[in-house]
């Protein structure tokens, strides 16, 4: 059970748990920052108009093809 709640999801895409809990980690922070972007950009259309779609373009990039 332990293994399986854990381990088994990092093992799939090739990483130990600690690896796995920074990459998700960084994740979580970089599309935190995006919503931030786009919160700034929905009040003021001027600015950051296009980095919330970069960064999100980029994270997929770096996670579409993990795990196959």
């Known amino acids: ?8 999801h990092p093992r799939h895409v090739d990483e130990s ?3 796995h809990a920074r990459f998700a980690g960084g994740f979580s922070l970089r599309l935190f920052a995006a ?11 001027c600015l950051f108009e296009k980095t919330a779609s970069r ?3 980029q994270m997929y990039a770096r996670t579409h093809s993990r795990g196959q």
């Open 17 to 19: 748990y600690l690896e």
């Open 55 to 57: 960064m999100i373009a």
């Open 35 to 45: 919503a931030g972007a786009a919160a700034v950009h929905a009040v003021i259309p």
């Open 1 to 8: 059970m332990i293994a399986r709640v854990f381990l088994d």
